[in-house]
């Protein structure tokens, strides 16, 4: 379990932060009159409680998107808890909103944005309906479309806004499919694409740059949901090309989310929207004129649909930020290239051993790997699936399952591509703790006996 690695530190860090405030009267807190002992009792049972969740800290899992906040992260939401500042408006965070402000101009240079608007918000969900509800302002009447494997909330969003949203296929490795959505543009009234830069289940990276070169001809809003997959912009020279063209065009986009508390080493309540026009925010509010938004009186609450806001996941994020800046070549662009290594060496493996078959036409884009037992039925690879995830956990190995086209494992069995698409259910792993790579012969010893022990069950059962 990561400890606080220097202790002493937050309380000293507290100390300070009480002596910014001695000017005031002594007054007694009426709060702690449960008296330590019931606290006492009452966090050995919370400690008890949560013990029962997989080690998500631990590099054993490397099932679903879940990675350990920075200390620096923890300890500054923790510093930041003594105020509990609100960043809907500057009179309920007044420091942590610059330090919002601070912390996302940093996130927006990351894609080469100067002139922005843009916030953080309580999840990439939020994020996502910020941008998709601009587009309507903006469209109104007109569809939003996103691929099949864009974030099944695009769908939901698009709902709550009342728009219509239509689904193209993905190619055979997760990618919006730009054929399909020529088609759809064909049809009309497209008010926006949602190109997901890195998809939930097996980071797939759409082809920003043709999606580009079709709004000129269009004309279209481009939203990039880049929740999961943003921060790969920082290490162009470990991704294969289409990424790399995919990242290199981000900029170019109309708005994009990122989710600092998935790759950017946060606390959950991170997400963040920004838009390439700092005139959107006329939408926000209406009484006020939309210079007011270029000015530096940026006011966080008026340009939000979220009232109330962590002010300590702001401080949180600025705090980790300062320490690792989100530099090409830095210490965090480093951190997540080892994810990314990782990833491939697994994929590696998995392409060298006849028991398993990983997507047929090619490597993983980000640090996601998907793949299927080999089996002579799809419903056979997906019982096993499920069997050698559950045998993994018994070895304390933590892995993650997804529904995905059989087609995409068998393009060389010809004929298949034509069939309608069944779905297999397939093994996955998100390997985005940098310290993936150093455990990876733990991963795959523990792999590989498990996937031996379902064999060998399968072996057993009669026909
Ligand atoms: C995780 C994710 C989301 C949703 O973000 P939350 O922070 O979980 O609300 C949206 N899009 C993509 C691509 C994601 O990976």
């Known amino acids: 379990m990561p400890h606080d690695p220097v202790p002493g530190l937050l309380s000293r860090a507290t100390e300070l932060l009480e002596?910014?405030?001695?000017?005031?009267?002594?007054?007694?807190?009426?709060?702690?009159?449960?008296?330590?002992?019931?606290?006492?009792?009452?966090?050995?049972?919370?400690?008890?409680?949560?013990?029962?969740?997989?080690?998500?800290?631990?590099?054993?899992?490397?099932?679903?998107?879940?990675?350990?906040?920075?200390?620096?992260?923890?300890?500054?939401?923790?510093?930041?808890?003594?105020?509990?500042?609100?960043?809907h408006a500057r009179d309920g965070g007044r420091a942590s909103s610059e330090m919002e402000i601070?912390?996302?101009?940093?996130?927006?240079?990351?894609?080469?944005?100067?002139?922005?608007?843009?916030?953080?918000?309580?999840?990439?969900?939020?994020a996502n309906l910020e941008a998709l509800w601009v587009a309507g302002q903006?469209?109104?009447?007109?569809?939003?479309?996103?691929?099949?494997?864009?974030?099944?909330?695009?769908?939901?969003?698009?709902?709550?806004?009342?728009?219509?949203?239509?689904?193209?296929?993905?190619?055979?490795?997760?990618?919006?499919?730009?054929?399909?959505?020529e088609s759809e543009l064909r049809k009309g009234a497209v008010g926006a694409v949602v190109a997901t830069l890195g998809t939930t289940a097996m980071g797939a990276v759409d082809p920003l740059d043709e999606i580009l070169a079709l709004r000129e001809r269009y004309g279209f809003r481009i939203h990039v949901d880049a929740a999961y997959g943003g921060y790969f912009r920082l290490i162009p020279e470990s991704l294969d090309e289409p990424a790399r063209r995919a990242f290199a065009a981000i900029g170019q986009a109309d708005s994009i989310v990122v989710d600092p508390h998935k790759h950017g080493l946060q606390p959950y309540g991170c997400g963040c929207v920004l838009f390439r026009d700092p005139a959107v925010g006329r939408f926000y509010k209406h009484d006020s004129p939309y210079t007011y938004f270029t000015s530096k009186e940026l006011h966080l609450?008026?340009?939000?649909?979220?009232?109330?806001?962590?002010?300590?996941?702001?401080?949180?994020?600025?705090?980790?930020?300062?320490?690792?800046?989100?530099?090409?070549?830095?210490e965090f662009a480093q951190r997540l290239a080892r994810s990314r290594a990782a990833a491939l060496e697994l994929d590696r493996r998995l392409r060298g051993d006849g028991r398993f078959q990983p997507l047929a036409t090619?490597?993983?884009?980000?640090?996601?790997?998907?793949?299927?037992?080999?089996?002579?039925?799809?419903?056979?690879?997906?019982?096993?699936?499920?069997?050698?995830?559950?045998?993994?956990?018994?070895?304390?190995?933590?892995?993650a399952l997804v529904e995905l086209p059989l087609t995409w494992f068998h393009l060389e069995e010809s004929g298949s591509i034509a069939e309608t698409p069944r779905p297999v259910t397939c093994l996955r792993s998100v390997l985005m703790k940098p310290e993936h790579e150093a455990w990876l012969d733990q991963i795959w010893e523990r792999l590989t006996a498990a996937s031996m022990d379902v064999m060998a069950q399968a072996d057993k059962r009669p026909e």
């Open 19 to 87: 002596a910014e405030f001695t000017a005031l009267p002594a007054w007694e807190s009426t709060a702690d009159l449960a008296g330590t002992a019931a606290i006492e009792r009452v966090l050995e049972a919370v400690a008890h409680r949560l013990g029962d969740n997989y080690p998500y800290f631990h590099p054993l899992y490397a099932g679903q998107m879940l990675k350990p906040p920075h200390p620096v992260a923890r300890a500054a939401y923790a510093l930041a808890m003594n105020l509990n500042p609100n960043n």
């Open 102 to 126: 601070e912390a996302v101009r940093e996130i927006a240079g990351m894609f080469g944005w100067k002139e922005f608007l843009g916030h953080l918000t309580s999840s990439g969900t939020l």
């Open 138 to 181: 903006i469209a109104p009447g007109r569809r939003i479309v996103g691929s099949e494997q864009a974030h099944y909330t695009h769908r939901r969003i698009s709902a709550v806004l009342k728009l219509d949203y239509a689904e193209v296929p993905a190619d055979s490795r997760g990618r919006m499919s730009i054929v399909a959505l």
């Open 301 to 330: 609450g008026e340009i939000s649909l979220e009232c109330s806001r962590a002010g300590a996941a702001a401080v949180a994020l600025w705090a980790t930020q300062k320490l690792l800046p989100l530099a090409p070549g830095g």
């Open 362 to 399: 090619g490597s993983p884009e980000l640090d996601i790997v998907v793949w299927k037992p080999r089996a002579q039925t799809a419903e056979e690879a997906s019982r096993r699936a499920r069997e050698i995830f559950a045998a993994c956990a018994r070895r304390d190995l933590h892995l």
